[in-house]
């Protein structure tokens, strides 16, 4: 049946099928189209006349009349095939005859000539030690506070971790690392130790748990074993090291004697089963008093087998990434609460108390002689912090840089600007003018010269004293992370400006490093003003003659942002030329700047599903595709624990004997092993949808840890001005009233109160405290309420165009501290930040009541403070796509041909590669796949969703090929 109506179809119109293969929808379409068609040429007429010249005026305005309807038919049947995107074409992951109308997509690729060439070190990765991604994570040291320098802010505080064994008398010794009398510190940077005195008559001592979950040993691996150790009142026997299971001894080995001076000691302990439990590192000593510090234990089966090396497991799961960067130590961690407490390069490598490389044991760089920091993600409003973060720096500069080399990795390191960490920090900060100022910026050139000196400089003998006479690569030095403001303009200036004369006076050392830049926290949506400041500022410095052009001023600018999926499947174009100038000219002309090469240090989609994996893809096809312009690029953070998290989604997550790799990280990794190096002319049609969002829901109420009155709550139709909905609160029951959060809501004198001022932000981070009233689809109505702050930290959340608590709109009022009014949304349960164009400056007072209306229609809100208008928002039409692709090549001259598809059923394209020359019939396929938008890989489970590859033939010129659903593909078609 399908066939023969198709046929008169043809016949009468010429209509050509866009499908073989025709649904029941579509059946239904095509019937009434021949029903409708009536055509004489098919079928006889009443009268059985065929001969058409005989037809009246009036039949044939008839016949013209039919026809068009015919052709409106006709159209219809073909449309309703087009929009039927559910049907499937093809089998998965194979390959077709080329056919555009048995296919979802058409792609075409121009392989003759590239666009432009595509940054070789695109993607990377940054690690930034949080989550205890360095101490307790990827530096394979075990012993936690191996030198007793904890503070009060952790649980047991110079004693944390550790535990006596025994009956003994221990102590940790404070000072302040200069030898006084019987005070005698192993240096000036490790100025705690600890003293043992037993008099027990048994072995007696102290025992270390580890980091987190505690130790994990392997059988029969070897792990090595050290401390300082110094004999007090003459002891001079036994040391014994022992690494114990569940309280029983598993291996055991012993120093026979210890002098009366400081000496490192070293064992080696090979257990004889296997442990990730209540596992423990003890130290003992038989009857006397002994000295010791900087114990350490370490498997010999690190990353490259190198000493004080990385943990092999995390180490190798960055390799298989194949970066081509590695960006590193932080983040915040460069920063810290104070400036004392930021980050120190120098500090990581061994410096003393006047800045000069510290010599210990007769070298400079020991990793004894290295001062413990306290990084910025340890809590500091406690004192008895069960997991407290400190920097042990035994993952230093110099083993960062020793992993960037071992990875074939870009290092990328990241220097304090002289401030410390804006929404985090106090404290004070130095002038400008200052030579403590002035110290950071030789802290910086100082750098240069630590990876690029000879042994014959200050600096370049240190690096070659800590074992690599050969100089690090080094290209870019990042200045500051996430600043922004005068005070960081002017300063990162002052580093600009020094690097320019280092670079004319010492051509060799300077002359091809690049400072990178920063653009603030934010994107150029949400973060708007902060993020246009940044270019403002350079456009400045470059019209006022300071500097011959860009790269003097700034290599590259960093770019960080956290957001939902939809805004990265929305933004694919947010580096395209059209939103991102390539010409210094148009830097603040174009809607997200310009003129800068950019560094997008920093971004995730804010959640390890494969909806959030596949935003990523979709948003890493629109990096590749500006290239150009785009040098680096990398997902943060990178590790993630589930003891102590500081922040997630992370990319690799970690135990104490497992790794397991997030859905995003086959993501990361299957685009870093197909990075193109050109980019290829390419065209995808099909996959565009284009929709119309309207603000239509519930109101509500709502704040964030404050407490409020709410009153007199009405809704208004716009056209009819009826009164929809309204509440005085005259009764005591908020029966209509729907709970989304937590708070205390309550009537009380004729109002809503909401009594709690503290929001639990970890479980209604999305929402705050809030509530909701009204119909689902609500739209084109005026709101209107009373509001009053009891008190509290911010002001109000008032909630519009709800779905439910995981979708909606809210006016914030009073947010980020009491300082901004603007508007937020919520899809998916992922709230957005500020949105761009909304943002006033705005402070709510205590016990004043305030006038709020809130104007919506189907596109627009406007919203009102006491008859002022703060808002007045057009809701985007928003255009994504089913799919996403990306054409390059590399070296290899291989096509490599990017497929994302986003939907849950398999996706046919019809690709057509021209001026290709000679192209084989096989492809090497790599898949990332799941069965389910919210696939995730799970810690200590089997993976659910990772990389596969495959090889597909029939490959030729033009030809057709079915992406699984939910999936990122790569074809990699090779030239012969």
């Known amino acids: 049946m399908n066939k023969k109506i198709l046929k008169i179809l043809r016949t009468c119109k010429e209509v050509k099928p866009t499908s073989r293969t025709v649904g029941f929808i579509n059946l239904q379409v095509l019937i009434c189209a021949a029903a409708v068609l009536g055509c004489t040429a098919c079928a006889n007429t009443e009268t059985g006349k065929t001969d058409h010249t005989q037809q009246t005026e009036t039949e044939q305005t008839s016949a013209e009349q039919k026809n068009e309807t015919a052709q409106s038919a006709s159209n219809e049947a073909e449309a309703a095939v087009q929009n039927d995107r559910s049907r499937i074409y093809g089998t998965e992951g194979e390959v077709s005859a080329y056919d555009t109308e048995n296919s979802h997509y058409s792609l075409t690729i121009d392989a003759g000539t590239p666009v432009h060439d595509i940054s070789d070190t695109l993607f990377g990765i940054f690690i930034e030690d949080i989550n205890f991604a360095a101490d307790g994570g990827l530096y394979a040291e075990m012993v936690q506070n191996r030198s007793f320098e904890f503070t009060d802010l952790a649980s047991g505080n110079e004693r944390h971790a550790w535990s006596d064994v025994g009956v003994i008398n221990a102590n940790v010794v404070t000072g302040d690392g200069i030898a006084d009398g019987d005070y005698q510190p192993l240096n000036e940077n490790n100025p705690n130790y600890?003293?043992?005195?037993?008099?027990?008559?048994?072995?007696?001592?102290?025992?270390?748990?580890?980091?987190?979950?505690?130790?994990?040993?392997?059988?029969?691996?070897?792990?090595?074993?050290?401390?300082?150790?110094?004999?007090?009142?003459?002891?001079?026997?036994?040391?014994?090291?022992?690494?114990?299971?569940?309280?029983?001894?598993?291996?055991?080995?012993?120093?026979?004697?210890?002098?009366?001076?400081?000496?490192?000691?070293?064992?080696?302990?090979?257990?004889?089963?296997?442990?990730?439990?209540?596992?423990?590192?003890?130290?003992?000593?038989?009857?006397?008093?002994?000295?010791?510090?900087?114990?350490?234990?370490?498997?010999?089966?690190?990353?490259?087998?190198?000493?004080?090396?990385?943990?092999?497991?995390?180490?190798?799961?960055?390799?298989?990434?194949?970066?081509?960067?590695?960006?590193?130590?932080?983040?915040?961690?460069?920063?810290?609460?104070?400036?004392?407490?930021?980050?120190?390069?120098?500090?990581?490598?061994?410096?003393?108390?006047?800045?000069?490389?510290?010599?210990?044991?007769?070298?400079?760089?020991?990793?004894?002689?290295?001062?413990?920091?306290?990084?910025?993600?340890?809590?500091?409003?406690?004192?008895?912090?069960?997991?407290?973060?400190?920097?042990?720096?035994?993952?230093?500069?110099?083993?960062?840089?020793?992993?960037?080399?071992?990875?074939?990795?870009?290092?990328?390191?990241?220097?304090?600007?002289?401030?410390?960490?804006?929404?985090?920090?106090?404290?004070?900060?130095?002038?400008?003018?200052?030579?403590?100022?002035?110290?950071?910026?030789?802290?910086?050139?100082?750098?240069?010269?630590?990876?690029?000196?000879?042994?014959?400089?200050?600096?370049?003998?240190?690096?070659?004293?800590?074992?690599?006479?050969?100089?690090?690569?080094?290209?870019?030095?990042?200045?500051?992370?996430?600043?922004?403001?005068?005070?960081?303009?002017?300063?990162?200036?002052?580093?600009?400006?020094?690097?320019?004369?280092?670079?004319?006076?010492?051509?060799?050392?300077?002359?091809?490093?690049?400072?990178?830049?920063?653009?603030?926290?934010?994107?150029?949506?949400?973060?708007?003003?902060?993020?246009?400041?940044?270019?403002?500022?350079?456009?400045?410095?470059?019209?006022?003659?300071?500097?011959?052009?860009?790269?003097?001023?700034?290599?590259?600018?960093?770019?960080?942002?956290?957001?939902?999926?939809?805004?990265?499947?929305?933004?694919?174009?947010?580096?395209?030329?059209?939103?991102?100038?390539?010409?210094?000219?148009?830097?603040?002309?174009?809607?997200?700047?310009?003129?800068?090469?950019?560094?997008?240090?920093?971004?995730?989609?804010?959640?390890?599903?494969?909806?959030?994996?596949?935003?990523?893809?979709?948003?890493?096809?629109?990096?590749?595709?500006?290239?150009?312009?785009?040098?680096?690029?990398?997902?943060?953070?990178?590790?993630?624990?589930?003891?102590?998290?500081?922040?997630?989604?992370?990319?690799?997550?970690?135990?104490?004997?497992?790794?397991?790799?997030?859905?995003?990280?086959?993501?990361?990794?299957?685009?870093?092993?197909?990075?193109?190096?050109?980019?290829?002319?390419?065209?995808?049609?099909?996959?565009?949808?284009?929709?119309?969002?309207?603000?239509?829901?519930?109101?509500?109420?709502?704040?964030?840890?404050?407490?409020?009155?709410?009153?007199?709550?009405?809704?208004?139709?716009?056209?009819?001005?009826?009164?929809?909905?309204?509440?005085?609160?005259?009764?005591?029951?908020?029966?209509?009233?729907?709970?989304?959060?937590?708070?205390?809501?309550?009537?009380?004198?004729?109002?809503?109160?909401q009594s709690a001022g503290i929001t639990n932000t970890d479980l209604y981070s999305a929402t705050g405290s809030a509530v909701y009233f009204g119909e689902e689809d609500r739209t084109n109505y005026t709101y209107t309420l009373e509001a009053a702050k009891i008190s509290g930290m911010e002001g109000f959340l008032i909630p519009f165009s709800v779905g439910d608590k995981e979708n909606n709109w809210f006016w914030n009022i009073g947010g980020w501290n009491n300082t901004v009014s603007c508007l937020q949304k919520v899809k998916d349960g992922i709230k957005s930040d500020q949105v761009s164009g909304t943002v006033t400056n705005c402070r709510i007072r205590d016990g004043k009541t305030y006038a709020l209306k809130i104007v919506v229609t189907e596109s627009n809100v406007k919203c009102y403070m006491d008859d002022r208008l703060m808002i007045d928002y057009d809701i985007p039409e928003t255009s994504e796509s089913e799919a996403y692709e990306v054409t390059s090549t590399d070296e290899t001259g291989d096509i490599i041909i990017k497929l994302i598809n986003e939907k849950n059923s398999p996706k046919t394209f019809a690709i057509d590669i021209q001026n290709a020359g000679t192209i084989s019939e096989s492809a090497d396929v790599e898949i990332v796949s799941a069965d389910s938008m919210t696939a995730d890989n799970i810690l200590g489970q089997p993976e659910s969703v990772t990389l596969r590859t495959e090889i597909s033939e029939g490959i030729t010129e033009k030809f057709n090929y079915t992406v699984s659903p939910l999936s990122v593909t790569v074809l990699r078609i090779h030239r012969q």
């Open 194 to 753: 600890m003293t043992l005195e037993n008099t027990s008559g048994e072995r007696a001592g102290i025992a270390n748990k580890g980091f987190l979950d505690g130790m994990a040993i392997k059988e029969n691996a070897a792990y090595d074993v050290s401390a300082y150790i110094r004999g007090v009142d003459g002891y001079s026997g036994r040391v014994y090291f022992a690494l114990t299971a569940d309280g029983e001894m598993i291996a055991e080995e012993a120093v026979t004697s210890v002098s009366d001076e400081w000496h490192k000691y070293e064992v080696t302990l090979t257990p004889s089963v296997k442990a990730n439990k209540n596992v423990k590192l003890q130290v003992l000593i038989d009857d006397g008093k002994a000295d010791i510090d900087f114990i350490s234990m370490l498997p010999q089966d690190t990353y490259k087998g190198r000493k004080n090396g990385l943990r092999k497991d995390l180490a190798e799961k960055l390799e298989a990434l194949e970066p081509k960067f590695l960006r590193f130590p932080g983040g915040c961690v460069t920063e810290g609460y104070t400036l004392d407490l930021a980050y120190d390069w120098k500090d990581s490598v061994g410096v003393g108390r006047d800045g000069e490389p510290l010599l210990f044991n007769d070298t400079y760089g020991d990793v004894a002689a290295r001062k413990q920091g306290q990084n910025i993600w340890t809590d500091e409003r406690t004192n008895n912090d069960p997991y407290p973060s400190y920097m042990s720096y035994g993952l230093g500069f110099y083993e960062y840089f020793l992993l960037a080399e071992d990875l074939n990795a870009l290092p990328v390191p990241v220097l304090n600007v002289g401030m410390h960490c804006i929404p985090q920090g106090h404290g004070r900060e130095p002038d400008i003018n200052s030579d403590e100022f002035r110290g950071y910026i030789q802290d910086a050139l100082d750098l240069v010269e630590f990876c690029k000196g000879d042994p014959s400089t200050k600096w370049g003998a240190v690096r070659a004293a800590m074992g690599h006479p050969e100089p690090f690569e080094l290209k870019y030095v990042g200045i500051g992370n996430e600043d922004w403001g005068d005070i960081f303009f002017e300063k990162y200036t002052a580093f600009a400006e020094a690097f320019a004369k280092a670079k004319r006076d010492d051509p060799e050392m300077y002359g091809d490093i690049e400072l990178i830049y920063t653009a603030g926290p934010d994107d150029g949506d949400s973060g708007h003003t902060m993020y246009m400041d940044s270019y403002d500022y350079a456009e400045y410095v470059l019209s006022d003659g300071g500097f011959e052009d860009i790269t003097d001023f700034a290599g590259l600018t960093d770019h960080h942002y956290y957001n939902s999926p939809e805004w990265f499947l929305e933004h694919t174009d947010y580096y395209d030329e059209s939103n991102y100038s390539r010409s210094t000219d148009g830097m603040t002309a174009s809607l997200y700047g310009g003129g800068i090469p950019v560094f997008l240090g920093e971004y995730a989609a804010q959640s390890n599903t494969m909806k959030a994996a596949l935003a990523e893809a979709a948003y890493m096809t629109g990096l590749e595709r500006n290239g150009d312009i785009v040098k680096l690029a990398a997902y943060a953070p990178l590790f993630g624990n589930l003891t102590a998290l500081h922040w997630s989604p992370d990319l690799i997550w970690f135990s104490n004997d497992t790794v397991t790799c997030s859905v995003n990280y086959y993501v990361q990794q299957i685009f870093a092993r197909n990075a193109g190096t050109r980019l290829l002319s390419s065209e995808l049609n099909g996959a565009r949808i284009t929709e119309k969002p309207r603000f239509a829901g519930k109101i509500g109420v709502g704040t964030w840890n404050t407490k409020a009155f709410f009153d007199n709550i009405k809704i208004v139709d716009n056209d009819t001005g009826e009164v929809i909905a309204e509440d005085d609160f005259s009764s005591d029951s908020i029966a209509d009233w729907q709970k989304a959060s937590d708070g205390n809501w309550a009537i009380k004198d004729g109002a809503l109160e």
